[in-house]
C-alpha cells in the first residue's frame, strides 16, 4: 500500500499559477503511475494529468499546455504545475497512485480561482 498527501492548494485569482505536490509513501517502489483528479462541487472526479512509470504524461482535456506534471528523482514526491488557472479549475485536486495491487487516494486539497 501507499499513503499519499496533497499540499499546495489555496486561493488564487485567474490567470494566476499554483504548483500542488503530492507525497507518497510506503511501498512506492511498485507505483505505476500517479494521476492527479479534480473535483468540482456537484460533478465527479476528473482526470487532470497521468504520470506513468515508463516516463510518459497525458493530460485531461482542457488542461493541455497550462497543466504539467512531473516526478522529482527519487520517485516519491509528484507535481502538479498549474498555470493560468481560471474560474472553472476550482475544485479539490486529489493524488492517485495506482499498481497491480493498489489504487489509492489522498485526502486532497482545494483550489479556489476567483474571477
Known amino acids: 500500500q501507499v499513503q499519499l498527501v496533497e499540499s499546495g492548494g489555496g486561493l488564487v485569482q485567474a490567470g494566476g499559477s499554483l504548483r500542488l505536490s503530492c507525497s507518497a509513501s510506503?511501498?512506492?517502489?511498485?507505483?505505476?503511475?500517479v494521476a492527479w483528479y479534480r473535483q468540482a462541487p456537484g460533478n465527479s472526479r476528473e482526470l487532470v494529468a497521468q504520470?506513468?512509470?515508463?516516463?510518459?504524461?497525458e493530460y485531461g482535456d482542457g488542461v493541455r499546455g497550462r497543466f504539467a506534471s512531473s516526478r522529482n528523482s527519487a520517485r516519491n514526491r509528484y507535481y502538479l504545475q498549474v498555470n493560468s488557472l481560471k474560474p472553472e479549475d476550482t475544485g479539490v485536486y486529489y493524488c492517485?497512485?495506482?499498481?497491480?495491487?493498489?489504487?489509492?487516494w489522498g485526502q486532497g486539497t482545494q483550489v479556489t480561482v476567483s474571477s
Open positions: 504520470f506513468i512509470n515508463d516516463g510518459r504524461i
Open positions: 510506503g511501498s512506492t517502489a511498485s507505483i505505476a503511475a
Open positions: 492517485n497512485a495506482r499498481s497491480c495491487w493498489y489504487n489509492e
